[in-house]
Nanobody, 124 residues
Framework: VQLQASGGGLVQAGDSLKLSCAASGGTFSDYCMGWFRQVPGKEREFVGAITWTGSSAFYAASVKGRFTISRDNSKNTVYLQMNSLNPEDTAVYYC??????????????????WGQGTQVTVSS
């Protein structure tokens, strides 16, 4: 499975941004999808995850209420809508796929496939 993330950019605090991740090479609905983020010198951090059908989603406490994950299985795409962005959200964002669903406990070490990352920078 290949994952192609897009939509990152430079925004101001309080702005919104929507990331997309298009999958190819597999059956998209076989995979739970998620987003992680990473800043230099730190481990990759879980942001959110969504189940195979999109019926449930879990988020990290730091983004809950501001970020929303959704997926369109007809388009093989998962999205991350980010609202009320703040400078602490600045990171490289990676989409992830795995056949298992770990919810909010999803670790970077339990990911089958990674996207290439897209930079999100939030200025104050």
């Amino acid at each position: 499975v290949q994952l192609q993330a897009s939509g990152g950019g430079l925004v101001q605090a309080g702005d919104s941004l929507k990331l997309s991740c298009a999958a190819s090479g597999g059956t998209f609905s076989d995979y739970c999808m998620g987003w992680f983020r990473q800043v230099p010198g730190k481990e990759r951090e879980f942001v959110g995850a969504i189940t195979w059908t999109g019926s449930s989603a879990f988020y990290a406490a730091s983004v809950k209420g501001r970020f929303t994950i959704s997926r369109d299985n007809s388009k093989n795409t998962v999205y991350l809508q980010m609202n009320s962005l703040n400078p602490e959200d600045t990171a490289v964002y990676y989409c992830a796929a795995d056949r298992k669903y770990y919810g909010s406990t999803w670790s970077e070490y339990w990911v089958m496939y990674w996207g290439q990352g897209t930079q999100v920078t939030v200025s104050s």
